[in-house]
T-cell receptor, first 110, second 115 residues
Framework: QQQVKQSPQSLIVQKGGIPIINCAYE??????FPWYQQFPGKGPALLIA?????SEKKEGRFTISFNKSAKQFSLHIMDSQPGDSATYFC?????????FGQGTELSVKP | DTGVSQDPRHKITKRGQNVTFRCDPI?????LYWYRQTLGQGPEFLTY????????KSRLLSDRFSAERPKGSFSTLEIQRTEQGDSAMYLC?????????????FGSGTQLSVL
């Protein structure tokens, strides 16, 4: 019940494409859903986050879509750039503790 | 840069040795977390502190692991009698309850290799 399942495991898109990463959770006590970006040799960095009372949130080229009834949420990256190539993690939080998905390795080809 | 600082960045040790890692959180943050990350996986929660109190420990944290946060500032994570399965990146994160809330700020981690 504490798991967060993330897919796909890896993703390759062309520059300008819109990669979509999906996550699903089971625990309805989760009340905060962030996405983190991680580059090799670095710790994860917060990208964007959403609460379950909102169905969509946009920050720059990043958009989270949230479906509370399906217990699913996704990250869309508009106009993707080679600099977006990184590993992306979804997470879910309850009482301040984050549970992470398994990660998606994104490669954006020039 | 006043982000989360971890030391050392890399540690190579032999099986059976003890190792200790240090984390310095963002100065005003009152929560401090330890996570472990293995290659190709997401970070796994180990333990967290609010000020100097250790509030939760994962069952992943065996008796060989101990964490402290004296005076509610920096934290140390010690692994006794290391095993090859302990090889991983150990990440520290901090947050401000009532401020950044669930926004965790991560350090760059300590990469542990047990030979």
């Amino acid at each position: 019940q504490q798991q967060v399942k993330q897919s796909p495991q890896s993703l390759i898109v062309q520059k300008g494409g819109i990669p979509i990463i999906n996550c699903a959770y089971e625990n309805t006590a989760f009340d905060y859903f962030p996405w983190y970006q991680q580059f090799p040799g670095k710790g994860p960095a917060l990208l964007i986050a959403i609460r379950p009372d909102v169905s969509e949130k946009k920050e720059g080229r990043f958009t989270i879509s949230f479906n509370k009834s399906a217990k699913q949420f996704s990250l869309h990256i508009m106009d993707s750039q080679p600099g977006d190539s990184a590993t992306y993690f979804c997470a879910a939080a309850s009482l301040g503790k984050l549970i992470f998905g398994q990660g998606t390795e994104l490669s954006v080809k020039p | 840069d006043t982000g989360v600082s971890q030391d050392p960045r890399h540690k190579i040790t032999k099986r059976g040795q003890n190792v200790t890692f240090r984390c310095d959180p963002i100065s005003e943050h009152n929560r401090l977390y330890w996570y472990r990350q293995t290659l190709g996986q997401g970070p796994e929660f180990l333990t967290y502190f609010q000020n100097e109190a250790q509030l939760e420990k994962s069952r992943l944290l065996s008796d060989r692991f101990s964490a402290e946060r004296p005076k509610g500032s920096f934290s140390t994570l010690e692994i006794q009698r290391t095993e090859q399965g302990d090889s991983a990146m150990y990440l520290c994160a901090s947050s401000l309850v009532g401020g950044t809330g669930e926004k965790l700020f991560f350090g760059s981690g300590t990469q542990l290799s047990v030979l």
